[in-house]
């Protein structure tokens, strides 16, 4: 406009320069500032600002309480959770089902209740279960019942309520001692329960009425453990050889009927008579109940786990439970199908993991709000080789848990989600792109995670992957619009400007247009609600820009109506999008909407289905319905 206006003046009617020309050209300056304005899309961090703070908001709503504003987008992104599986996928409401005791197997739905088991070794099993314990069943000063404790340790406690708050397993309130007419029962050394050890282990020494001493070692934890260091059973009183083949027996027999059980052992020994003695000492146990405790899954995870994977959400356990319960749940609650049921690869114990993968733990420890975690190293070709099978972590400890997410995040590129309750999950929940923290769990979990769970439970994950992928969505929205009317807005000024001497449109009426598209159009387009077919695409991933066909199609006949200026060679967007998909060989087949390139059956519209035109770097999950192989 302004050489235009130079060549007309000074060239062709031959005027001579003039002071007053001066307003003219700053009039030019000014339509070609506001032009700028205009192509610019300044409104998009208020559009992204306003999205985000909605999303959160109603992400509350939810139960999702959203500490980190930006995890509320890169949720919308993920493509791995690694869940807990004890308050996260179950319910934690335990009751004890099932136990094998006094030589046999005893069944609730047998038996009726178990009050009405009467057995010599009762009072001892009552007694190793009331003094070695950290729960407490008390009476408020308003007369009602509390339960404070680990719920395990309170699934123990409540078989003591069923035998009638027997007087002579009465505990005080700090579960520390026992009093009974016969004798005083105080507790003198106290190991806790640890993912190294999985026992607890109490040191109680005995008074007795007439004036001696003993000591005896209660000890509890995972079921194959507390067998390996048994080496006799009280049956009816009296204590009896364990054979060599009845430890696995008595785990068989426990899991027969009901393999999602979770197994505890129960045992004992006596150590001396007062005093030299120290909870350590934990071998040559007589071996008193194996304990089977039912936690059922919650009513909603099946559905949000068939939700997550039809997302292309991959969801793998991590849990401290033994394979079998861990399989048993698993199954049942869709993370393993039947294929992997039958392939050795898809349970594993984390210690055998961790062998496979090469890990070899360096001596260099991080310190994450008081958790220890030791770094450790993997081969990244055996990791990748043994996780993409890998459905279930069992007895997987916060190092294990560490070391995976770890690598996860240096060798592939998903993107990761993480839950979390006790203290040692931190680490882990600080290194995943997003760590999700129980309501009930430790602050210092809380303080670690990006998202609280506020009704622990894993439906909520995929609620929080909705309204991540909702805010992506909103943007795009946005961008849509804000790129059409700049497009226009441009046309129509530079076009005039170039026809005549000035443009169609003032710089008050350019910017008031402006104005009104950045703010009312980011209140209206970026507070939209999420739409649930949007867990129908496949996630948006790290490295890609995802636009939808008719969004392309639409910006390319505008394109070309407008005979939009572009260099020789060049090609529109969609154009670039069908030769992308015509020529990269790590695109899918025609069957199927993912980048794996594999051959099941199409779950999507064509109408909703995204490409993208910024990578060919597929993520190391697979969306579709089979599984990797």
């Given at each position: ?245 009845q430890r696995q027996a008595i785990l068989d027999d426990m899991h027969n009927d009901n393999r999602s059980l979770r197994l505890l052992a129960v045992a004992y020994k006596t150590v001396g008579g007062g005093g030299g003695s120290n909870a350590a000492d934990d071998s040559d146990l007589v071996l008193l109940a ?155 979990a809380k303080e670690a995670a990006d998202i609280i769970l506020v009704d622990n439970n894993f439906a909520s994950t995929i609620s929080a992957a909705l309204w991540g992928r909702n805010v992506y969505s909103n943007i795009s929205k946005f961008l849509q619009f804000q790129l059409t009317v700049n497009l226009v ?141």
């Amino acid at each position: 406009m302004g050489i235009k206006f130079s060549i007309d003046t000074f060239v062709v009617q031959g005027q001579p320069w003039s002071v007053d020309f001066l307003e003219t050209y700053l009039e030019f300056f000014i339509t070609g500032v506001t032009i700028l304005v205009v192509a610019i899309p300044e409104g998009l961090p208020l559009a992204v600002t306003i999205s985000l703070a909605y999303s959160v908001t109603k992400m509350l709503e939810d139960k999702n309480l959203v500490r980190h504003l930006s995890a509320a987008e890169t949720m919308g992104t993920a493509t791995v959770i690694c869940t807990d599986k004890t308050g996260t996928l179950t319910q934690n409401v335990m009751t004890v089902q099932k136990m094998w005791f006094d030589g046999g197997l005893v069944n609730r739905e047998a038996l009726g209740a178990f009050q009405k088991l009467v057995s010599p070794s009762k009072l001892v099993l009552a007694q190793a279960i009331a003094l070695n314990s950290t729960a407490k069943i008390y009476t408020d000063t308003d007369g009602n019942v509390q339960k404070s404790g680990n719920k395990t340790e309170l699934a123990l406690l409540g078989l003591l309520e069923e035998w009638e708050h027997d007087n002579r397993v009465s505990m005080s309130e700090d579960c520390k001692r026992l009093e009974t007419d016969e004798y005083r029962a105080v507790v003198v050394e106290q190991r806790p329960f640890t993912s190294e050890t999985k026992r607890m282990t109490s040191l109680v020494e005995y008074t007795y009425r007439d004036g001696s001493k003993e000591e005896r070692l209660y000890t509890k934890g995972a079921a194959e453990v507390i067998l390996r260091q048994c080496s006799r059973v009280l049956v009816s009183g009296r204590e009896e050889q364990l054979a060599a083949g009845q430890r696995q027996a008595i785990l068989d027999d426990m899991h027969n009927d009901n393999r999602s059980l979770r197994l505890l052992a129960v045992a004992y020994k006596t150590v001396g008579g007062g005093g030299g003695s120290n909870a350590a000492d934990d071998s040559d146990l007589v071996l008193l109940a194996v304990l089977g405790i039912a936690d059922p899954l919650r009513p909603e995870v099946t559905d949000a786990i068939r939700k997550a994977s039809h997302a292309g959400i991959s969801v793998r356990m991590f849990t401290g439970d033994n394979p079998v319960t861990a399989a048993s749940i698993a199954a049942e609650c869709g993370i393993m199908d039947a294929a992997d049921a039958s392939n050795p690869r898809a349970v594993v114990e984390g210690s055998e993991f961790m062998r496979r993968i090469g890990a070899s733990h360096t001596q260099t420890r991080t310190q994450t709000n008081g958790a220890d975690v030791a770094a450790a190293a993997v081969d990244r070709d055996k990791f990748l080789d043994n996780w993409k099978e890998l459905r279930v972590l069992a007895r997987c400890s916060p190092t294990d848990k560490y070391t995976v997410v770890e690598s996860l995040r240096r060798y592939t590129d998903d993107i990761i989600a993480v839950t979390g309750d006790g203290t040692n999950d931190a680490p882990a929940l600080r290194k995943a792109n997003v760590g999700f923290a129980m309501n009930d769990g430790t602050q210092i979990a809380k303080e670690a995670a990006d998202i609280i769970l506020v009704d622990n439970n894993f439906a909520s994950t995929i609620s929080a992957a909705l309204w991540g992928r909702n805010v992506y969505s909103n943007i795009s929205k946005f961008l849509q619009f804000q790129l059409t009317v700049n497009l226009v807005a441009l046309v129509t000024a530079a076009g005039g400007a170039i026809a005549s001497t000035e443009s169609p449109l003032t710089t008050v009426q350019m910017l008031w247009v402006n104005l009104i598209m950045d703010s009312l159009a980011s209140l209206a387009l970026a507070t939209g609600r999420p739409d649930p077919s949007l867990l129908d695409q496949r996630p948006y991933g790290r490295w890609g820009v995802e636009l939808d066909r008719r969004a392309l199609a639409r910006l390319d006949s505008l394109t070309r109506a407008t005979r939009f200026a572009r260099s020789p060679g060049s090609t529109t967007l969609s154009t670039r999008a069908a030769r992308c998909r015509s020529t990269s060989s790590a695109r899918p087949s025609t069957s199927c909407p993912c980048w794996h390139g594999c051959s099941a059956p199409r779950r999507i519209s064509s109408a909703s289905r995204t490409i993208s035109l910024a990578t060919d770097r597929p993520s190391t999950t697979r969306w579709c319905s089979t599984r990797s192989s």
